[in-house]
């Protein structure tokens, strides 16, 4: 891998860490007031649905920009990571707007169930390419 190889992933993860920043803001921010107009009835799952894309969105791609060499996982496995976070932060707020209302769902458990298995997904597609890709590079052709 070159330089300037490096250099790009590091600007891509950076770009990730920026935009998932953002999505914790709003999510923080859309907990601030749903928590507020809730008439002093709050939920840990909505105070803490923020905490999904920072601690799987935000914190993985800024230590990935600090790598000497950094890692690059393919389109598909970063669509199925950004999918399962999405799944998990969506079921925080939907289980948070349950238990502020007072009321119950079986049909919560899909996310608990569905999110950790994309993420799962991810990193097997990740570690596959990964493998995969040392394999052709350490290859002697003939």
């Known amino acids: 891998m070159y330089t300037s190889d490096n250099e790009s992933s590091r600007l891509i993860s950076a770009r990730h860490a920026r935009n998932y920043a953002l999505v914790t803001c709003i999510?923080?921010?859309?907990?601030?007031?749903?928590?507020?107009?809730s008439f002093g009835v709050w939920s840990g799952f909505m105070v803490f649905a923020f905490a999904?894309?920072?601690i799987l969105g935000v914190l993985p791609w800024a230590v990935n920009t600090t790598?000497?060499?950094?890692?690059?996982?393919?389109?598909?496995?970063?669509q199925l990571w950004n999918a399962g976070i999405a799944v998990l932060t969506v079921g925080c707020l939907y289980r948070g707007i349950l238990d502020i209302y007072g009321t119950t769902s079986?049909?919560?458990?899909?996310?608990?169930?569905?999110g950790p298995v994309l993420l799962l997904l991810s990193v097997l597609t990740t570690r596959n390419t990964t493998i995969r890709s040392l394999q052709?590079?350490?290859?002697i052709r003939k």
């Open 67 to 78: 790598l000497a060499r950094p890692i690059s996982p393919d389109p598909s496995a970063r």
């Open 106 to 114: 079986d049909l919560g458990t899909v996310y608990w169930i569905v």
């Open 52 to 54: 999904v894309p920072l």
């Open 27 to 37: 999510i923080a921010l859309f907990s601030l007031v749903y928590e507020r107009f």
């Open 136 to 139: 052709e590079q350490f290859t």
